[in-house]
């Protein structure tokens, strides 16, 4: 009982991780569009995935990886000249990386790292 209980905790953190570097994987897909200007193809991969990210069971878990899209989300819509609609979503940013204590995202954000992907 105990090595399938075992068994089953590896084959579950495995699957986890595989999940988050797919989705770093998209993210940084998206950084790609951005870069060169797909913003439609951009906006609809952000949309998409953010969604993803926003129904997963754990969100705390997820929760640096929602801020990085959701911001490049914000990116997408300041770089159209929405900037009415980028400025809410940048301010949302912020404040989920202050209260979650996530300070490397947090400058990333506030120097508007725009051109380079996320590290």
């Known amino acids: 009982m105990k090595r399938i209980s075992f068994l089953f905790l590896m ?5 986890m991780m595989a999940q988050e570097i797919t989705s770093d994987k998209k993210i940084k897909e998206i950084d790609n569009l951005i870069e060169y200007n797909s913003f439609d193809l951009a906006e609809k991969k952000a949309n998409s995935l953010f969604r993803l990210l926003s129904e997963k069971s754990d969100n705390k878990k997820h929760l640096k990886q929602r801020l990085k899209v959701r ?3 914000g990116l997408i819509k ?10 809410p979503i940048f301010l949302q940013v912020l404040k989920g990386t202050d209260e979650n204590k996530l300070y490397k995202l947090s400058c990333e954000v ?4 725009r051109r380079l992907p996320f590290t």
């Open 110 to 113: 506030r120097i508007k790292k």
């Open 78 to 87: 300041d770089d159209q000249f929405d900037h009415r609609g980028a400025l």
């Open 11 to 15: 084959l579950s953190s495995h699957f």
């Open 71 to 73: 911001f490049q989300q």
